[in-house]
Structures are given as C-alpha cells and as structure tokens.
C-alpha cells in the first residue's frame, strides 16, 4: 500500500507558475514511477506527467511538454511539478499516481494503469 498526498496548488494568474508536491508513505517509494494526472470539470483525468522510479526518464504531454517539469526525490519519498507559463486551459484537479509499470506503460494506459492515486489538489489558472 502506498499513500499519497498532494499540495501546491491554487489560485494563479495565467502566465504565472506553481509547484506541486507529491508526499508518498507506504511500500519502498522508490521503487515505482510515480505521474502527475488532473481531470478539468466535465472532462475525464488526464495523464500530465511520469518520472521513472531512478527519475532518469520523464515523458509528458504534448499540452505541457516545455512548460511543466516533472521531478522526484527518492530520499523524502517526494515528487514534484513545477508549473510554468500556466494558461486557463490548465485548470484542473492534478493528481498524483503510482504506476504499475515504467513510465511507458503509464504515458500509453494512462488511468487503467494507476496503482495508487492521492486526494488531489486544484490548480485555477485565471485569464
């Protein structure tokens, strides 16, 4: 089992930035990659990001590839998001995710791919 809990989020312009953080405890952290997802309202989640269990490997979408970094730290069993030149369209529930494969396999099943999710944390990006 693995617990994972989310922060940083918020209220922010658009043009502006964020990090999120991911706190995870439970089963040996670094042994999995661990993803950012997030669901708008009325829309399905979303994969954002995954870091390979070494945090050697990082793939994103396309929708945030050159804005968004995606990074872990094995050793406060941490994972963050740091969020730049945000738009409106950003606006959602981002949520923090332990795959059940590599990086990869989350990238291509995204949610059926999804071991553990946290709680979320809202991000609102305003025009």
């Known amino acids: 089992q693995v617990q994972l809990v989310e922060s940083g989020g918020g209220l922010v312009q658009a043009g502006g930035s964020l990090r999120l953080s991911c706190t995870a405890s439970?089963?040996?952290?670094?042994?999995?990659?661990i993803g950012w997802f997030r669901q708008a309202p009325g829309k399905e989640r979303e994969f954002v990001a995954v870091v390979s269990w070494s945090g050697g490997v990082t793939i994103y979408a396309d929708s945030v590839k050159g804005r968004f970094t995606i990074s872990r730290d094995n050793a406060k069993n941490m994972v963050y998001l740091q969020m730049n030149s945000l738009k409106p369209e950003d606006t959602a529930v981002y949520y923090c995710?332990?795959?059940?494969?590599?990086?990869?396999?989350?990238?291509?099943?995204?949610?059926?791919?999804?071991?553990?999710w946290g709680k979320g944390t809202l991000v609102t990006v305003s025009s």
């Open positions: 439970g089963r040996t952290f670094s042994s999995y990659a």
């Open positions: 995710a332990v795959g059940k494969g590599g990086p990869t396999t989350m990238k291509a099943g995204g949610v059926t791919v999804v071991a553990y």
